[in-house]
């Protein structure tokens, strides 16, 4: 199974600032034969289903704002909200979809500071 | 309106059974492959598995935790994806996501429209 780690845990970032997260797999997620990494990112506030901001690692889901964004590739894969609006707090999972069983990174949960 | 409505959570006692169902509208749902999600109480996100398209022959695939007591199945024709759940345990205990792989032609996909999700307790 491909593990999925993500860092920080937590991070308190200031309202109009720059949040990063980054998230690791136990292997490469980047699939040769189409060059598509296979690596979303999901959004998750208390009480609600996850949400889909990020997938193929970069492509933004239509609908969410561009100040979200993923870059990486490979086993290395980061999401950058550019400037941390109120709305942006909740938790922040990335999953891998390369292979079953499809697994899911442990969550980052971002506040404001 | 493209959405997924789960239902059929409860209380359950160990070695129970429980069905949820998980109805779909908005898109053409045949198309799809469809997926089940899991979350404890105040943990991450497991999956549980899949059931991919009549194209695909309705093939399922399962977490290892859950693999020979849980059965996935849908029917088209209702728009509907199920999860047969056996021999639960308190581990079990999660709110329980169906949810929409994006494409109906790739063969693995993240997922872009999930249900609010249905509780299940397994407790005695």
């Known amino acids: 199974d491909i593990v999925m780690t993500q860092s920080p845990d937590s991070l308190a970032v200031s309202l109009g600032e720059r949040a990063t997260i980054n998230c690791k797999s136990s292997?490469?997620?980047?699939?040769?034969?189409?060059?598509?990494?296979?690596l979303g990112w999901y959004q998750q506030k208390p009480g609600q289903p996850p949400k889909l901001l990020i997938y193929w690692a970069s492509t933004r889901e239509s609908g969410v704002p561009d100040r979200f964004s993923g870059s990486g590739s490979g086993t290395d894969f980061t999401l950058t909200i550019s400037s941390l609006q109120a709305e942006d707090v909740a938790v922040y999972s990335c999953q891998q979809y390369y292979s079953t069983p499809f697994t899911f990174g442990p969550g980052t949960k971002v506040d404001i500071k | 309106e493209v959405q997924l409505v789960e239902s059929g959570g409860g209380l359950v006692q160990p070695g129970g059974s429980l069905r949820l169902s998980c109805v779909a509208s908005?898109?053409?749902?045949?198309?799809?492959?469809m997926d089940w999600v899991r979350q404890a109480p105040g943990k991450g996100l497991e999956w549980v598995g899949r059931s991919r398209n009549k194209a695909n022959s309705y093939t399922t695939e399962y977490a290892a935790s859950v693999k020979g007591r849980f059965t996935i199945s849908r029917d088209d024709s209702k728009n509907s994806l199920y999860l047969q759940m056996n021999s639960l345990k308190t581990e079990d205990t999660a709110v329980y996501y169906c949810a929409r792989e994006v494409s109906a032609i790739l063969s693995n996909d993240a997922f872009d429209i999930w249900g609010q999700g249905t509780m299940v307790t397994v407790s005695s």
């Open positions: 908005g898109f053409t749902f045949s198309d799809h492959y």
């Open positions: 292997q490469s997620v980047l699939y040769r034969s189409n060059n598509k990494n296979y």
